[in-house]
């Protein structure tokens, strides 16, 4: 009777950790992209939606009345990475990284301000430290590197093989992710790594800090996420729940969420401290690339590979985190120019999205 009521609890155990409400049907699909969607982000402000894709363009979204605003060329090859400076203070900056051997920087006016070339192989992570001073940038072959944002220079290279994912710390710690399953941790001007977090038992894909810089989540091909405490280096939950490994990583502005993507075909949703499972978001690709989360808590933005298409696009749900909201699409004024306090200037292409059928 005792081994009963034992497995008994275990069972129950088991259910709860891995109980979650799944939803297969967004509110909105993004389109316009030729080719597979590769990276997605909110603006800071949650007005704007970012993708970036092999067809080799950024394209701007409304995040709310969901119009392509804007398109960004530039690179030559697919467009793999996306990140945003915290523009505390100070005027926003977008990164982008690409399969054309470059990392380019641009305004919020969608002016190239940067153009870091002169890698042999694809840029496959980036990242801006907290103050907006230095932009990270990472590479198979050609390890880190660290450029100055005031003059455009490299500042520091430190050789570290087959880098995968970047996230810096406010104390200007800089943990990197590569094939090893340890998270190599940096702070310049130290010439060798400062320390190593152990916990994965897989390659490390994607690392994440949050808002405030009080944590660290990381995603690894052993099909877990895991929750650091940045300062302290300690663990605070392991997120079980994929069926494969664990590609991308989104924090709530809030610190009260996590989203993971992964090459299950799944994004799920956790609680960041407890580590609770609370929503997966099934049934629109495969191989998850990534993920973003509104700093309302109110969406979740998904990237993923489709099939058998040639308008790929960004699919954004209901987080079911907060009430959902309900917004018309707007119609364009005369002229075909849509109305919008646009961070970039004059939309080039506005196509309305499309909503799924039966929604």
Same mark, same amino acid.
């Given at each position: ?20 409400t799944v ?28 993708s ?17 605003i804007?398109?960004i060329?530039?690179?030559n090859?697919a ?5 945003f400076?915290?523009?505390?203070n ?15 920087g ?6 190239l301000?940067?153009d ?14 907290f ?5 990270y ?11 100055d ?13 087959n ?5 810096c710390a ?6 990197i992710?590569?094939?090893?399953? +340890?998270i #190599?941790?940096?702070k310049? @001007?130290?010439?060798a790594?400062? *320390? /190593? $977090?152990?916990?994965? &038992? ?10 405030s810089?009080k944590?660290?989540v ?5 099909k ?30 809030d610190e009260k ?8 075909g ?9 580590g ?39 699919r954004?749900y209901?987080?079911?985190?907060? +009430?959902? #909201?309900s917004?018309?699409? @707007?119609?364009?004024?005369?002229? *075909? /120019? $849509?109305?919008?306090d &646009?961070l970039?200037?004059?939309p080039e292409?506005?196509v309305?999205a ?6």
């Open positions: 009777m005792k081994k009963q009521l034992i497995a008994l609890a275990f069972l129950i155990m088991g259910c709860q950790v891995f109980a979650q939803i297969t049907k967004p509110k909105f699909i993004y389109p316009g992209h030729s080719d597979l969607v590769e990276g997605v982000a909110f603006s800071p402000d949650g007005k704007y939606l970012f970036t894709s092999w067809d080799k363009n950024v394209h701007m979204y409304s995040a709310d009345s969901v119009w392509l804007k398109k060329g530039g690179h090859a467009i793999t990475q996306i990140a400076s915290r523009p505390r100070k005027p926003m900056l977008i990164a982008t990284a690409s399969k054309d051997f470059s990392v380019k641009w305004d919020s006016t969608g002016m301000k940067y870091f070339v002169g890698y042999n192989t694809a840029v496959t992570a980036i990242a801006f430290d103050a907006a001073k230095n932009l940038t990472g590479s198979a072959e050609q390890g880190l590197n660290m450029y944002l005031a003059t455009g220079e490299k500042k520091r290279n430190m050789m570290l093989p880098i995968n994912a970047i996230a406010k104390d200007g710690q800089v943990f992710g590569t094939n090893d399953p +340890a #190599t941790i940096i310049f @001007p130290a010439a790594p400062t *320390g /190593t $977090l152990v916990g994965h &038992s897989g390659p490390i894909n994607a690392l994440e800090i949050s808002y810089g944590y660290l990381s995603g690894s091909s052993d877990t996420a895991i929750v650091w405490e940045a300062a302290t280096k300690k663990q605070i939950a392991v997120l079980k729940g994929h069926t494969w490994k664990v590609t991308c990583i989104a924090i709530s502005r969420y996590v989203v993971t993507g992964s090459n299950d799944t994004a799920k949703v956790w609680e960041l401290t407890t609770k499972l609370l929503y997966s978001y099934e049934g629109y690709g495969y191989n998850v690339r990534s993920v973003a989360i509104s700093p309302d808590n109110s969406k979740i933005a998904v990237a993923s590979y489709e099939r058998n298409t040639t308008n790929h696009g960004v954004v209901d987080s079911g985190l907060v +009430a959902p #909201t917004v018309p699409l @707007p119609e364009p004024e005369k002229g *075909g /120019t $849509l109305t919008s &646009s970039l200037a004059l292409r506005k309305p499309i909503k799924p059928k039966g929604h």
